[in-house]
């Protein structure tokens, strides 16, 4: 389909598995012509799910390993913009594909790698970095989540590809960057390690600040704290870890028996809300609502509606009380009660469940798909959209082998890419997004994470926050520590008519708009589309929400964060085992961040539109989307599918006995044979004789015979097998062991795989220890560490001054209410 937002790009995808065809499907989901480069005999994974990362686009059979194969896929890349691949490091070079090799037919190729980890890692790059071996590593395996640390569990496997997931969306939004930026910047090889990106997605379960108020500990944490400082067993059952659950960040039963996930305890409306739609009215009248940017020695009461969490007094009181209005009514009352009040809440479903719900299909966030092979198909849909974008719901069926075939001629008949002009100052290295003018009107992880993401390839970020903060210090400053980066702050009335002239202002100097909020919230602050489109007609504005999709659906303006983005889509249940013990999956940000980098995903695609057509519009991710990425390797389904089996549950080690988490005589390790299985065993004497054993009844054999040893041993002698071993890292210990002081001068993130920051000369007074941007690694473009972030509204009477104001009108301004200069005396109130 012509003249959608990438029908311009020609794409070689040379990938496998999931990163590089998951990168391939976004580019091809919004219009990119895309060629799967497939080995003689087909895709190496024949599934379900390769056709659906295959959807939109064809496929090409060469033998990359024979000079007329390598000649061709050199040919096609003289006329291509980009190139795909997840081989591991040196793969494509052995073959005479590697970027440097086709960077010489082509100077204004965009080359994407994504190696499991850093191909200069010298540690690491050699490791045969399958999706769990790069999550072992890291850590997301061990300590995964309060409640799995408090239940003595450690540790637990999960089968969400998160960093396949990361990976992608980082991936695809970086070659759309530079693609709008090669006239500036040429060509680029981009290297995106996949578990470089799983750390900078997992950044809010490892940072840490020094002399962390108790504050902003949950119960959970402060019940962590205090077995650890007794010496006591962390051996909570999981009704008794629930009591330890704050009554506005729970999961409750309804009278149907599903579970219903409440996120409600951060903005001060939302308590209030959430105990009148369940009619405990009374209930509001004593509980204490006062500021909660004080400090803790002033607060008259022990805890505010205003903060999270709720104190001890109250908690088991409220709790209580709503545990019995749930059981009044089914879930799907509750949830279509909760969804008119704004009360932020959803029923838990399975993956399966949320494939055929009424919502996620009338929304385009589901998509139907009649596929040759399989019949009518449901599967996940776009990740990322312009909402103009008619193609938006129009999939094709992945490709039959080689379909391709009779279009090379055509292709090859093409005049080739011209070489770049090299522009003036090219010898210096810019950023892809230089100078981009961003007005930031975010709040929290997802949509900060736009911005900031934005201000490390040179984008100018404006932060708009309100006068009188709606959200508490928690979700502002202890997330906005990490979110926040990179920007000027200005806080501003909204509810006033000269707050919003200077909002007003503020977008006629602005190229992009961020925006988390529903259609409603959007429109309410006067940034409809088309009134955005009145003001400046190239404008992008980029909409974040939690359960929008490319059409509306019933659920399309409910308020939603990334645990019920979790409930809603199937993660809680497949994390935690079951409707009885539903689980949000890494407590912090696991959707929220991989969000904000869809959204950029979708900025990326409207930059491109822009720049060919001059339109700007409507740019959009949601939670929702990014929920089936996460779980991408399950989500489809059709009549006939094999059963949604996957290992869940807290007490799941592995998938099958050669992907599986083991222990050696001396610590944990995880066992990789995804290849040639059974003949790995038999190159390792201590297991040879286990290479006849039935798989079902494998893995315990092999326990008993890993635990004998210490790692280092196996480790050396499955070396010469196409299996591996790697230790079970912590994020923790991943964080201390790649720290480096931000006083000890230039900081690497470009030769290692992990990077921590400690931030010793913060503004807030404290050291804190921060994930750095480590995911993409760009030869040719500039790429910096985003400056801390700023006390809210220190940078307002710079930003007046910038647009217009005189220092008389800003002093006016302050003394009215209409702008702020400050939310609290300290940075982060104690």
């Known amino acids: 389909m012509t003249g959608r937002p990438l029908s311009h790009i020609r794409v070689l995808d040379f990938g496998h598995y999931l990163a590089g065809p998951l990168v391939g499907m976004i580019l091809a989901d919004m219009g990119a012509e895309v060629i799967r480069i497939d080995p003689p005999g087909g895709p190496v994974f024949k599934d379900p799910c390769t056709d659906m990362l295959s959807r939109g686009k064809s496929s090409l059979v060469l033998d990359l390993k024979t000079d007329e194969g390598r000649n061709m896929a050199i040919a096609l890349t003289r006329r291509s913009d980009v190139v795909i691949e997840n081989f591991r490091p040196g793969v494509m070079n052995r073959l005479g594909l590697g970027a440097d090799d086709l960077k010489k037919v082509n100077d204004r190729l965009i080359y994407l790698s994504l190696p499991g980890f850093a191909s200069t890692d010298t540690e690491l790059s050699h490791i045969p970095a399958w999706e769990a071996v790069i999550a072992a590593y890291t850590g997301q395996f061990t300590d995964m989540g309060l409640n799995r640390r408090l239940m003595g569990i450690n540790p637990s496997f999960t089968p969400l590809s998160l960093s396949s997931a990361y990976g992608a969306a980082i991936g695809a939004m970086s070659v759309l960057f530079a693609l709008g930026s090669r006239d500036t910047t040429g060509g680029d090889h981009i290297e995106v390690p996949l578990a470089s990106a799983l750390f900078e997605g997992l950044a809010y379960n490892c940072a840490r600040i020094e002399n962390y108020p108790d504050r902003y500990k949950s119960p959970r944490e402060l019940e962590i704290e205090r077995r650890s400082e007794c010496k006591l067993p962390m051996n909570l059952d999981f009704d008794a870890l629930s009591e330890l659950l704050d009554p506005f960040y729970r999961t409750y039963t309804c009278a149907d028996g599903r579970g219903f996930y409440v996120v409600a305890g951060s903005v001060a409306s939302h308590p209030h809300r959430v105990l009148e739609t369940l009619g405990l009215h009374d209930l509001l009248e004593d509980l204490p609502d006062f500021s909660a940017y004080l400090d803790t020695k002033d607060w008259p009461e022990e805890w505010t509606l205003r903060n999270y969490p709720v104190g001890a007094r109250d908690r088991e009181r409220i709790s209580s009380a709503m545990k019995e209005a749930f059981l009044t009514r089914p879930s799907g009352e509750w949830e279509a009660l909760f969804g008119e009040a704004k009360a932020p809440a959803t029923a838990q479903r399975f993956t399966r469940e949320w494939l055929s719900d009424p919502h996620a299909l009338a929304s385009g966030l589901i998509v139907e798909i009649d596929d040759p092979r399989y019949g009518k198909m449901r599967q996940m849909g776009n990740v990322a959209w312009l909402q103009s974008d008619s193609g938006n719901l129009v999939k094709v069926a992945g490709p039959t082998v080689d379909n391709a075939r009779d279009n090379v001629t055509n292709m090859l008949s093409e005049i080739p890419t011209p070489s770049s002009v090299t522009p003036p100052g090219a010898n210096q290295k810019k950023g892809w997004l230089e100078g981009l003018q961003v007005l930031d009107l975010t709040n929290v992880i997802a949509g900060p994470t736009i911005g900031s993401t934005l201000s490390r390839f040179g984008a100018e970020v404006i932060l708009v926050q309100p006068v009188e903060p709606s959200v508490d210090p928690w979700n502002t400053i202890v997330f906005g520590i990490q979110a926040q980066r990179g920007k000027k702050s200005i806080l501003l009335n909204l509810s006033s008519a000269q707050g919003r002239e200077v909002l007003d202002r503020l977008i006629k100097r602005a190229e992009v708009i961020t925006f988390n909020g529903t259609d409603e919230q959007r429109d309410k602050l006067g940034l409809s589309p088309d009134r955005l489109t009145k003001i400046s007609p190239s404008l992008i504005l980029v909409q974040l929400d939690a359960f929008g999709g490319p059409q509306r659906g019933p659920k399309s303006d409910h308020l939603g964060y990334d645990d019920l983005a979790q409930a809603a889509t199937g993660v809680m249940l497949r994390f935690g085992g079951g409707m009885d013990t539903p689980e949000e999956h890494a407590h912090f940000g696991t959707i929220d961040v991989l969000a904000g980098f869809c959204a950029c995903v979708a900025l990326g695609a409207a930059l491109l539109r822009r720049k060919e057509t001059g339109e700007g519009g409507l740019a959009r991710a949601s939670l929702s989307a990014a929920g089936n990425l996460i779980q991408s390797q399950f989500m489809y389904d059709f009549n006939g599918r094999a059963p949604f089996d996957e290992p869940s549950g807290r007490r799941a080690l592995g998938w099958g006995p050669f992907y599986h988490c083991y222990k050696a005589a001396d610590r944990w390790f995880f066992f990789s044979a995804v290849k040639d299985r059974f003949t790995a065993l038999k190159l390792v004497p201590e297991l040879a004789d286990l290479s006849e054993t039935p798989e079902d009844s494998l893995a315990p054999l092999l326990a008993s015979r890993f635990e004998k040893r210490k790692l280092d041993y196996w480790q050396k002698v499955l070396v010469g097998t196409s ?44 050291w804190c220890d921060l994930v750095a941007p480590i995911a993409v690694r760009a030869r040719s473009s500039a790429i910096t560490i985003p400056e801390p972030m700023p006390k809210y509204g220190e940078h307002t009477k710079e930003i007046l001054s910038r647009i217009g104001y005189s220092d008389l009108a800003i002093d006016q301004l302050i003394n009215d209410g209409v702008v702020g200069v400050s939310w609290s005396g300290k940075y982060l109130p104690e």
Do not use: N, W
């Open 723 to 766: 299996s591996t071993a790697v230790p079970l890292g912590s994020l923790m210990k991943t964080r201390d062991d790649s720290l480096q002081l931000e006083s000890e001068g230039e900081i690497d993130i470009d030769k290692s795989t992990f990077r921590v920051i400690r931030h010793d000369k913060h503004p807030m007074g404290r």
